[in-house]
C-alpha cells in the first residue's frame, strides 16, 4: 500500500485557487452615498450626479447653486446640503423637500413642510441662522447677502 504525503507545494496550489475564486465571487461594495444620490437622479427631474470625493457626492440641478449628499461623518449618519440665490423661488423649495424625503424616508409633505419653514424663518426679527428640529432631522438654514442655504441632517444615535 502506498502512502501520500501531502507537502505544502501540493496544497498551496490549490489554496491559492480557492483564495480566487473567493475575491472573484464577491461582489464589489460601492459607496452608499453614490447609490442614495443615483436614486435621487432616477426620481427627481433635473438632478445629476457629479463626482464623489471624501465621503461627499456632488449634484446639480438647475434651481441650486450647489448640491451635495454627505455620508457618515463624526456626528451624522447622512446629510443634505442645498444653497441657492437668496431669494429663493419655489423651484427650491420642492427640489430640497423632494430630496429630503427621498434620502431620509419621510413623508414628502412633513419634509416640504419643516425645509420651507426652516428656510423661511431667516430674518429681521430671527436672524441670518436658523437651527430647528422637525420629524427627527437637525434644520441649519443660513444666508448672507447674496445665498441662503440649508443642512439637513440625521444623527448617528436615530
Not at 456632488?58 to 440665490?85: F, N, Q, V
Not at 447674496?146 to 444623527?155: L, W
Request: hydrophobic fraction near 40%.
Amino acid at each position: 500500500m502506498r502512502r501520500r504525503s501531502f507537502s505544502i507545494r501540493s496544497t498551496l496550489p490549490a489554496a491559492l485557487i480557492a483564495l480566487a475564486t473567493t475575491f472573484a465571487a464577491s461582489a464589489a461594495h460601492a459607496d452608499p452615498c453614490v447609490d442614495i444620490a443615483k436614486q435621487l437622479a432616477g426620481q427627481i427631474d433635473g438632478l445629476k450626479v457629479n463626482f464623489s470625493a471624501a465621503n461627499i457626492t456632488y449634484l446639480t440641478h438647475p434651481a441650486a447653486k450647489e448640491l451635495s449628499l454627505g455620508c457618515r461623518g463624526k456626528d451624522y449618519s447622512i446629510e443634505l446640503y442645498a444653497k441657492t440665490d437668496r431669494k429663493m423661488k419655489p423651484e427650491f423649495f420642492n427640489l430640497v423637500g423632494s430630496a429630503t424625503a427621498l434620502i431620509f424616508t419621510v413623508p414628502k409633505d412633513d419634509a416640504t413642510t419643516g425645509t420651507s419653514r426652516c428656510l423661511k424663518r431667516m430674518g429681521i426679527l430671527r436672524g441670518n441662522t436658523i437651527t430647528m428640529r422637525y420629524r427627527r432631522l437637525n434644520l441649519e438654514c443660513t444666508r448672507n447677502r447674496t445665498d441662503a442655504s440649508i443642512t439637513v441632517r440625521r444623527g448617528n444615535n436615530e
